[in-house]
């Protein structure tokens, strides 16, 4: 468990955040109602304290699940496999859209500089852009076009790992990491469906950059209220 004191987090707009919601956290196998409810509340509470986010949704196993049949029926390319992740987070950006209807934006945040400020709203509900762009990449594009320091990426992972925790028992946890040592340990290249604690464009982009990134379990709400509070969480620091 690390304590993050890193003076990005006491930038003058250290309330803005960017959060990059999987959407496995949103519909692990079906729609997780549940989480949804208190992650909403969570963020109202937040938003009273003068919090403001973009929150940026995956496409999580419902896109992989598409784009592994396309595969299997046929020998779709990776562009077309890409757009079908991008319209499920669609989809998922849309659910939160409607859920978070007094607080958000009244555009979804589906191509670059289509939403360029938050415009009176402390909520903007974003989604994928273009093949070969990350929901993760999103989230860092947006928060370096908004002069947003904190980013926030929220999935299953709970720490960045040596190893695919879900494969090796001897993978161990990281707390902090560099993004060239990340860098090192991660393919190379994008290809849709991949699935990481930071994908290789939105680590580049973020070490471009220089931005800091908080790697946490999206499930575990009272964390991520740590991390907004700047105090001992559990999850992995990448920065620069």
Not at 17 to 43: D, H, K
Not at 86 to 107: C, D, G, M, Q, V
Not at 126 to 138: A, C, H, L, Q, R
Request: contains cysteine; hydrophobic residues 40%; positive net charge.
């Amino acid at each position: 468990m690390i304590h993050w004191e890193s003076d990005f987090f006491m930038q003058k707009n250290s309330k803005e955040i960017v959060i990059a919601l999987g959407g496995s956290i949103i519909c692990p196998e079906e729609i997780n109602t549940s989480y949804l409810r208190q992650f909403y509340f969570l963020i109202k509470k937040e938003i009273k304290k003068n919090y403001k986010f973009v929150i940026i949704t995956g496409g999580g196993d419902v896109a992989r699940n598409y784009q592994k049949s396309a595969l299997i029926v046929n020998r779709v390319p990776n562009k077309e496999r890409d757009w079908i992740g991008i319209y499920a987070t669609y989809l998922n950006a849309h659910l939160l859209r409607a859920i978070f209807k007094k607080e958000a934006h009244p555009s979804i945040f589906n191509d670059r500089f289509k939403v360029k400020g938050f415009n009176g709203y402390p909520v903007i509900i974003g989604s994928g852009w273009s093949p070969g762009w990350s929901t993760d990449f999103v989230a860092t594009q947006v928060a370096v076009d908004l002069n947003i320091e904190k980013i926030i990426i929220l999935g299953k992972p709970d720490y960045v790992y040596t190893k695919d925790p879900t494969k090796n028992k001897d993978a161990q946890k990281i707390e902090e990491i560099k993004w060239d040592d990340y860098l090192k340990m991660i393919p190379s290249r994008w290809r849709p469906g991949m699935s990481m604690p930071v994908d290789p464009v939105a680590a580049r982009l973020a070490k471009k950059e220089k931005r800091e990134v908080v790697v946490a379990d999206g499930k575990n709400l009272p964390n991520i209220k740590k991390i907004l509070r700047n105090k001992k969480f559990k999850g992995s620091r990448l920065y620069f």
